[in-house]
């Protein structure tokens, strides 16, 4: 389907998908990424050159195309990833912003920033080892995160032969595996990244494969789940009042949409302070209208003139979110400073930066295995764990299951700004959540709304 | 503003943002954050398309209240009069405060000296860290964008700097969710870049959707220009062309706006916005690659830069 993709056709890719790769360091993910950039032309002519002459520089026979990627002179000068780089490349169907990010273990905190904001990811895994630990890890996080879609990327396919039940096995048990994370959608490709085969272009030797390449897979996945189902949710971030002779009663809450719908005569609810009130208009810049929705930046005016100010949440009066002082929490730690227990922090949640104290550690969790160290006392870089806070000021928080961008938040060390921990309220994974809910549950809060 | 979308298989699904929404989105989204959690923040506005983009977001953001920050010039002294032309224009149209830093008054001085290659791109950095200080901005706006050159696919969104404006690469924060970190110290600062996310072809679309005005350098005209180093270069008083180096009369129009000693034409017959759109769709050659002889001086002569201070 999608042959040699021509240049000027880009220009009708409509949509935006932001995705994250993870794979071990010998998987073949540069390969894979080069092909992506290479085939959907976002490798230009003088960045070649750049990359030939620098390799040549260097005595390299061939160019090095893991020059194109590692921009930093430490990362050239070690010939290792360090950081999460942002890469973009367009076909006809789409636009994509690629956090690429690297695969060494020590590296766990980069491949959550990079899943943070990534509507999918795919997990590489070289068909001669199968389903190793890194690949668990990988899942783990993609889990944890709940990036909605997971693409297992089976590759190295022409070193075993193109065989339908290396992959199959391989499949089989990564599936059950992230199944048992809550992962709810999981596409298994079978690929070589350095052949070519079911990257861009389908491949010839494995005719018992039908789904979709890589890319065909990145170009149809949807994007934007129905909205209607979601709790909405508006973080205030600036209120606006411009004073002009024009303008001199406007006051409007300028904010991005962070879930969910909202609509123009809709009874909301201004919290912590739980007043509520009725949205009189929706200004989206510059066009009024009468909805908008997620993650669309709008301005809300209000019917009745109460406080409202930047870090307050407005949500449907009557489908608000508890506000709470205690918050329960999965967090990664990014910071080389440890955090531990009794240390004061500042929280980060929405638009809202509120004095905590980290009251408790319960647990640490083993990525590898999923076990939980408990008590651990302090959490290191990269480690993950369970954390207990205790806010100044009560925050309109939401499950992370629930909405990804109003259940997360961030520790900050109050000393030196330092971001100390990203945070993700509730259960850990999904399938703790479905053990944890009670029998009459419906079906549709097990579902993450992206 | 289109907002509807059409999905790959052809059925319309109402809530799926186009490309462009989407990153405008997010881009108003920073741009109010910053107003939302600093006390002098300032927009770096040269009177390139990439801070032209910006100042039209920002004005998006905070309407119908005026953009609740000033701009800062550096100015480099060998500037297009055309782009400072539109630059004067833009300030008295929308009514906003403009600093200018000026790389001459600086070399006029002795704070400076002329670099023997002539490129003042370079010369930027002291006046622009210095304007930093003496008015005491604590946010930077910059329209670098992450597909321009490798080390600025690695610069955060929002990216601290100490006290010296220095970028230390390797002690960055990591960027999670849309939950920016803008703590700092007194002295220091913070680099914004709301349109990291954005492609050059992204920009140039919406440009067009927007109806955006643009200096005229960036459509194609007529100059008297010169070869130096593979480039076609505006002759002019800042010190081009050379003994050797003969002047011609070509079509040409400009991708990027910078110092004019270092900026370089392209051959093209584009004088609307759709032909510049389907000429770069087409283009070999990156933004940067086409024009920019700075970024050729080594193979980290960015990073080398921005660690410095350069925006």
Same mark, same amino acid.
């Given at each position: 389907m999608?042959?040699?993709?021509q240049p000027?056709?880009q ?12 794979g071990s ?5 540069s ?11 976002s ?8 990359v030939a002459?620098a ?26 990833t ?53 690949t ?19 590759n ?14 391989i ?27 079911n ?10 494969y039908?789904?979709p ?18 709790h909405?949710?508006?973080p ?41 009130t ?6 989206a ?12 930046s ?8 109460i ?18 002082q205690?918050?329960?929490a ?6 080389d ?18 004095k905590a104290?980290?009251?408790d550690?319960p647990?640490?969790?083993t990525?590898?295995?999923?076990s ?44 030196d ?6 945070g ?27 | 503003?289109s ?18 929404d ?23 506005f ?16 905070f ?8 701009l800062?010039?550096? $100015? ?22 403009l ?8 070399? $006029?001085?002795?704070?400076l ?9 370079p010369?930027?950095?002291?006046p ?18 992450r ?14 700097? $100490? ?15 849309q ?7 007194a002295?220091e600062?913070?680099?914004v870049?709301?349109?990291s996310?954005?492609?050059?072809? $992204? ?12 200096p005229?350098i ?6 008297e220009v ?6 076609w ?13 003969r ?11 910078g ?15 759709d ?19 700075d ?17």
């Open positions: 999608t042959t040699s993709i000027a056709e220009l009708s890719a409509t949509t935006l998908l932001r995705f994250a790769t993870a360091v010998d998987d073949g993910k390969t894979l990424v080069g092909r992506l950039l290479h085939d959907s032309k490798v230009l002519t003088d960045q070649l050159e750049a002459l390799s040549t520089n260097r005595g390299q026979e061939a160019p090095d195309l893991a020059l194109l990627t590692d921009g930093l002179r430490a990362e050239r000068e070690q010939g290792i360090i950081d999460v780089a942002y890469r973009y490349f367009a076909t006809p169907r789409r636009r994509f912003i690629l956090a690429d990010t690297p695969g060494h273990v020590q590296y766990t905190r980069n491949m959550v920033t990079g899943a943070s904001t990534a509507e999918l990811a795919v997990v590489l895994v070289d068909a001669r080892n199968g389903v190793v630990e890194q668990r890890r990988h899942a783990a996080v993609a889990a944890l995160l709940r990036v909605p879609h997971v693409v297992l990327a089976v190295k396919m022409d070193l075993v032969d193109y065989a339908e039940p290396v992959f199959a096995a499949a089989e048990e990564f599936t059950a595996y992230a199944a048992s994370l809550g992962v709810p959608e999981i596409t298994a490709i079978p690929i070589s990244a350095l052949a070519g085969d990257v861009v272009e389908p491949s010839a030797h494995m005719d018992w039908g789904g390449t890589v890319l065909e897979h990145l170009e149809t996945v949807p994007v934007s789940h129905d909205l209607t189902e979601c909405a949710r508006f205030v971030q600036y209120v606006i009042r411009p004073q002009t002779a024009d303008h001199p009663d406007y006051r409007g809450y300028a904010g991005q949409i962070a879930a969910g719908v909202l609509r123009v005569g809709e009874r909301v609810a201004v919290l912590p302070s739980g007043r509520t009725t949205i009189e208009g929706i200004d810049l510059g066009e009024s209208v009468d909805i908008a929705w997620a993650p669309q709008v301005t809300i005016r209000l019917a009745d003139d406080d409202v100010s930047r870090g307050d949440l407005i949500a449907p009066a009557d489908d608000a979110p508890a506000v709470t205690d918050v329960e999965t967090v990664c730690h990014v910071a400073q440890p955090l531990t227990v009794g240390q004061r922090v500042l929280l980060k949640h929405t638009t809202r930066t509120v104290i980290v009251k550690i647990s640490r969790l990525l590898d295995d999923l939980q160290h408990p008590a651990p006392g302090k959490l290191v870089a990269n480690d993950i764990g369970r954390v207990v806070v205790r806010t100044a000021e009560p925050l309109a928080l939401d499950a992370y299951a629930d909405s990804r961008r109003t259940g997360s938040f961030l520790l900050i060390d109050p000393a700004g330092t971001t100390l921990t990203a993700m309220a509730g259960a850990s994974f999904a399938s703790e959540a479905d053990e944890d809910a009670d029998a009459g549950t419906s079906a549709e809060d097990a579902e993450w709304d992206f | 503003m907002t509807v979308a059409t999905v790959p298989d052809g059925t319309v699904n109402p809530y799926a943002l186009s490309h462009l989407s990153l405008e989105s997010e881009a108003v989204h920073i741009f109010r954050e910053v107003a939302g959690e600093f006390e002098r923040p300032v927009i770096l040269s009177g390139g398309k990439d801070s032209i983009l910006m100042l039209h977001l920002a004005l998006k953001a309407a119908p209240a005026p953009i609740p920050f000033a800062l010039h550096v $100015d480099t002294g060998h500037n297009f009069p055309e782009v400072l032309d539109y630059r004067d224009r833009t300030v008295e149209k929308h009514g906003l405060r600093h200018v830093a000026s790389v001459q008054e600086y070399i $006029d001085a002795g704070k000296r002329e670099r023997p290659d002539g490129t003042r791109n010369l930027q950095t002291v622009l860290t210095e304007a930093i200080q003496r008015h005491r901005f604590d946010a930077v706006f910059g329209g670098g964008r597909d321009e050159e490798k080390a600025r696919a690695k610069e955060r969104v929002f990216s601290l700097r $100490d006290e010296f404006s220095q970028w230390d690469p390797r002690r960055q924060r990591p960027e999670l969710w939950l920016y970190n803008g703590r700092h110290a002295g600062h913070v680099r870049f709301p349109i996310n954005w492609t050059e072809l $992204d920009v140039w679309q919406y440009i067009e959707r927007e109806g955006i005005e643009l005229e960036y459509f194609a005209h007529e100059r010169f070869s130096r180093s593979g480039m270069l505006t002759a002019g008083g800042w010190g081009g062309p050379k003994d050797h180096e002047t011609e009369t070509r079509l040409v129009r400009y991708r990027t706006v110092d004019m000693s270092c900026t370089g034409a392209v051959d093209s017959d584009a004088t609307t916005l032909a510049v759109i389907t000429e770069i769709a087409a283009s070999r050659l990156t933004e940067r690659g086409a024009t920019r002889a970024d050729k001086m080594s193979e980290a002569a960015m990073e080398d830069r921005k660690r410095e201070g350069y925006f």
